[in-house]
């Protein structure tokens, strides 16, 4: 009896150790972020269904970063993409990525590509404007202006997924929600809500978000807001005054689980086709 016992737990542990081997073989599927340099020090690209965070000061490339992203997965690999805008119009967003070569409209025409103006500070203007396809069932939804809600924000973006086929989101900027909800806890719900709901989609998802810097403090004091807690990783742009060179953009993951990444601060820089990463540069 006491034999049957030490061999019944013998073979559970030695099926628990087969088992513990089978998961710590399996990989993370990794997706190319179409940055230049970009993929070498995230160890392979962005994880698979993940919510990464991009974060940096105006001007820093958080946009374009974003958009490069998609843009590469539908040239290269046939991978449709939500770009939703929470900040800056439709027409605006156009006419600024043409100048690095991108046609959204032509993506748009394919349905490769669906660009939502879903800010919830510009108003509607005209009958229809700012209307969204939604659920089967449902009435359009209206997600401008004060009928802004993240579960009608949800939805919508949910329905151009399905629309669309889309593998990627792109949510720029987060940091919209919080004039939509000035009070800390109920910013952080509203945060916490839109990611469970970006997470529950299966898409890789690029969300982007004003740094959280205060005059005259050095990168260690930095605020730092929910969304960097809540998302799988986060990567942020930095313009940092280097001595005897003056102003220099530098990427720095600052966090991606399931990746094995680099922790040094890499040099940037925004070219005529997008964003490029100097992986073998690193400022100390």
């Given at each position: 009896?006491?034999?049957?016992?030490?061999?019944?737990?013998?073979?559970?542990?030695?099926?628990?150790?087969?088992?513990?081997?089978?998961?710590?073989?399996?990989?993370?599927?990794?997706?190319?972020?179409?940055?230049?340099?970009?993929?070498?020090?995230?160890?392979?690209?962005?994880?698979?269904?993940?919510?990464?965070?991009?974060?940096?000061?105006?001007?820093?490339?958080?946009?374009?970063?974003?958009?490069?992203?998609?843009?590469?997965?539908?040239?290269?690999?046939?991978?449709?993409?939500?770009?939703?805008?929470?900040?800056?119009?439709?027409?605006?967003?156009?006419?600024?990525?043409?100048?690095?070569?991108?046609?959204?409209?032509?993506?748009?025409?394919?349905?490769?590509?669906?660009?939502?103006?879903?800010?919830?500070?510009?108003?509607?203007?005209?009958?229809?404007?700012?209307?969204?396809?939604?659920?089967?069932?449902?009435?359009?939804?209206?997600?401008?202006?004060?009928?802004?809600?993240?579960?009608?924000?949800?939805?919508?973006?949910?329905?151009?997924?399905?629309?669309?086929?889309?593998?990627?989101?792109?949510?720029?900027?987060?940091?919209?929600?919080?004039?939509?909800?000035?009070?800390?806890?109920?910013?952080?719900?509203?945060?916490?809500?839109?990611?469970?709901?970006?997470?529950?989609?299966?898409?890789?998802?690029?969300?982007?978000?004003?740094?959280?810097?205060?005059?005259?403090?050095?990168?260690?004091?930095?605020?730092?807001?929910?969304?960097?807690?809540l998302a799988h990783g986060v990567i942020v742009l930095h313009n940092t005054h280097v001595a005897g060179r003056g102003i220099v953009s530098a990427l720095e993951i600052e966090k991606m689980r399931e990746c094995k990444h680099?922790?040094?601060?890499?040099?940037?820089?925004?070219?005529?086709?997008?964003?490029?990463?100097?992986?073998?540069?690193?400022?100390?």
């Amino acid at each position: 009896m006491k034999k049957g016992r030490r061999r019944g737990k013998f073979l559970f542990e030695k099926d628990w150790r087969k088992e513990r081997k089978r998961i710590f073989l399996l990989k993370t599927e990794h997706v190319p972020s179409g940055i230049s340099g970009l993929d070498e020090i995230l160890g392979g690209g962005y994880p698979r269904g993940r919510v990464i965070l991009v974060t940096g000061g105006p001007g820093s490339g958080k946009t374009l970063m974003s958009m490069q992203f998609l843009v590469d997965g539908i040239e290269r690999f046939d991978e449709h993409g939500v770009f939703v805008s929470l900040e800056e119009s439709k027409y605006h967003l156009v006419n600024e990525m043409a100048n690095y070569g991108w046609d959204l409209e032509k993506y748009e025409k394919k349905s490769a590509l669906a660009v939502v103006d879903a800010s919830p500070l510009r108003q509607l203007s005209k009958e229809g404007e700012g209307k969204f396809p939604s659920e089967e069932g449902q009435q359009d939804l209206h997600i401008r202006g004060p009928e802004f809600s993240v579960q009608a924000l949800s939805t919508v973006i949910r329905s151009y997924v399905r629309v669309t086929r889309a593998s990627r989101i792109v949510v720029d900027p987060i940091t919209s929600l919080s004039l939509q909800f000035p009070d800390k806890n109920q910013r952080r719900m509203a945060i916490i809500d839109l990611l469970d709901s970006l997470i529950s989609m299966g898409t890789t998802t690029i969300v982007t978000s004003e740094l959280g810097t205060q005059l005259g403090a050095s990168l260690s004091q930095r605020v730092i807001p929910p969304e960097e807690y809540l998302a799988h990783g986060v990567i942020v742009l930095h313009n940092t005054h280097v001595a005897g060179r003056g102003i220099v953009s530098a990427l720095e993951i600052e966090k991606m689980r399931e990746c094995k990444h680099d922790r040094q601060l890499h040099p940037y820089s925004i070219t005529e086709k997008g964003i490029s990463v100097y992986a073998e540069r690193f400022l100390g």
